[in-house]
Structures are given as structure tokens and as C-alpha cells.
């Protein structure tokens, strides 16, 4: 019986071309200014600092943009420039320069399943706080009372096992009472591993019958029973 649900954002419950042709392209661009207006920002200097480490860098303010810059051109999933990028957005949204893209059938079957008591959780690449950004600001409102906890890359790597093992601790159930949500192959095969359910979202084009994970087109396609 499912009692939990973790999914994922891009490609699931957003399309992949906000966030790689809105959001992304935006950090990119204001990311250098906002670095070096907010050094001196307790949470940001430890951010560079972290850049700088992973980066096997002495700390230096323009080298971490020059490698935050180029972890976004490599699409890094990368801990500290995830957190920077969740702030620049935050600011983005508070300024009105774009509001979150949702799939309607996401937004409706989230809400039935919340209205039903199964518990929601988000698990993905990008920051907690980038996740809370994008579904606080849709076009529906502020869905974030939906959710009972955000997952990112401080629990581990989407396509580690140990990632989703962590997460059914944290959600206190056992994996076969929880069902993860993804368009991305490996990530499914290491929550399966883990025990989880697992549901293939293939949103530009047509389930495969004999996928090794059971493919939906969208949301309305799931069945929970």
C-alpha cells in the first residue's frame, strides 16, 4: 500500500524547458553580480568557500564565479552552485521576472493524493529551497502545504541507492509504502533498488509496455490501488 509519494521536478511535475530555458539561463546571467554583491553575506561566503574547496581552489571570489559558471555550462549537480542558484531565483520570483511552470495534471492529482493522506515529498537536483520557490510560485498559488519535506543533493546523488534509503528513514516508512516519481531511468533503478515503487513519467512520448519501470504519459495515467 502506497502511504508516501517522492517525486521529482524536471521532466515530471515541470517541463524540462522552464528549467533549462528560464531558470538556468537566469542564474547564468545574474549569477556574477550576485556573487559580488552578497560576499560579504554570512551564508554566501560559505557557499563560495565550499565552491572553492570542491573546486580544488584557494579561496578566491572571481575564480568560484569562474567555476560556478562553468559547472552551469556543464549542468553540474554540484551542492554549494545549487544553493546559489535557489537564492538568485528566490530573487527572480520576489521581483516578478517569472512565475514556476507546473503541469496542471500534476498540480490536480498532488492535491487529490494530499486530500487523501498520502504524504508528498519532493526529491531533486536542485536546492530545497529552489523546490519550495517553484511550487510557491505557480499560477495556482503557493502549493508548498502540499508537501511533507524537500529532498535535494545533501541527502546524496539521485542515482545512488543509498540516497532513497536515507529518504525512507527520514520519512520513517518502509520503501514498498513508498512510490518515487521520475523521467529519468537511473534514478528509478536505484530507488527500485532500494525498494521503492517506482513510476516512469515519459511526457513527450509514448509509455513503453515493456520498460523495465511502468511508464505513464502524465499524472492522470497513475494508479495508486
Known sequence: MI??????????????????????????????????????NASVKLLLADTCREAGIEFDIEAAIAALIRWI??????TPLKA????????????????????????????????QGIALYVYSSGSV??????????????????????????????????SYRKIAEEIALP????????????????????GFHTIWLTRDHEPDVNAEHFQVNDFNDIKLN
Not at 555550462?73 to 554540484?78: C, Q, S, V
Not at 537564492?87 to 500534476?106: C, E, M, T, V
Open 175 to 194: 520503501a514498498n509504502n513508498i512510490l518515487f516519481l521520475s523521467d529519468i531511468k537511473e534514478e528509478l533503478d536505484a530507488a527500485n533498488s532500494a
Open 3 to 40: 502511504k508516501a509519494i517522492v517525486t521529482d521536478i524536471e521532466g515530471t511535475t515541470s517541463s524540462l524547458s522552464f528549467v533549462k530555458d528560464v531558470l538556468f539561463p537566469y542564474a547564468r546571467a545574474k549569477l556574477p553580480e550576485f556573487v559580488r554583491q552578497h560576499s560579504n
Open 73 to 78: 555550462d556543464e549542468d553540474k549537480k554540484i
Open 129 to 162: 529551497l529552489a523546490q519550495k520557490l517553484l511550487f510557491s510560485h505557480t499560477g495556482d498559488g503557493d502549493l508548498t502545504p502540499l508537501f511533507s519535506g524537500f529532498f535535494d543533493t545533501n541527502i546524496g546523488g539521485k542515482k545512488e541507492i543509498d
Open 84 to 115: 546559489l542558484q535557489g537564492l538568485i531565483w528566490k530573487a527572480g520570483y520576489d521581483l516578478g521576472d517569472f512565475k514556476s511552470h507546473l503541469y496542471p495534471d500534476a498540480i490536480a492529482n498532488l492535491k487529490a493524493w494530499h486530500n
